[in-house]
């Protein structure tokens, strides 16, 4: 039973930083594409950014290029978000996701992502 959960949202002013992080169990978490997606009131959900199972590729959607890093720890079974420079069209539900197969390449589609978890809150003030 794959299991992920979010951590790390807040309130913050614009201009400032959240770091989310996701920790995984279930399987083994360094065989397995992970990405954040996040999901704003009366909007569709958004892919935020993804990484390949080793961390040596990443994707970012053109809005957080250059303010959001994802990175993650194998050893410790946890993915992050660090997010800088927050604008208040960023806030949103942040999820992170696991790709339903194993692989080594960035995957970027959410129907690929089968295990979801339950949301972290960003509300970024302006």
């Known amino acids: 039973q794959v299991q992920l959960v979010e951590s790390g949202g807040g309130l913050v002013q614009a201009g400032g930083s959240l770091r989310l992080s996701c920790a995984a169990s279930g399987r083994t978490f360094g065989s397995y594409s992970m990405g954040w997606l996040r999901q704003a009131p009366g909007k569709e959900r958004q892919f935020v950014a993804a990484?390949?199972?080793?961390?040596?590729?990443?994707y970012y959607t053109d809005s957080v290029k250059g303010r959001f890093t994802i990175s993650r720890d194998n050893a410790k079974n946890t993915m992050y978000l660090q997010m800088n420079s927050l604008k208040p069209e960023d806030t949103a539900v942040y999820y992170c996701?696991?790709?339903?197969?194993?692989?080594?390449?960035?995957?970027?589609?959410?129907?690929?992502?089968?295990?979801w978890g339950q949301g972290t809150q960003v509300t970024v003030s302006s």
């Open positions: 990484i390949n199972r080793s961390g040596s590729s990443t």
């Open positions: 996701a696991q790709h339903k197969n194993s692989g080594s390449y960035v995957y970027t589609s959410q129907r690929d992502y089968d295990y």
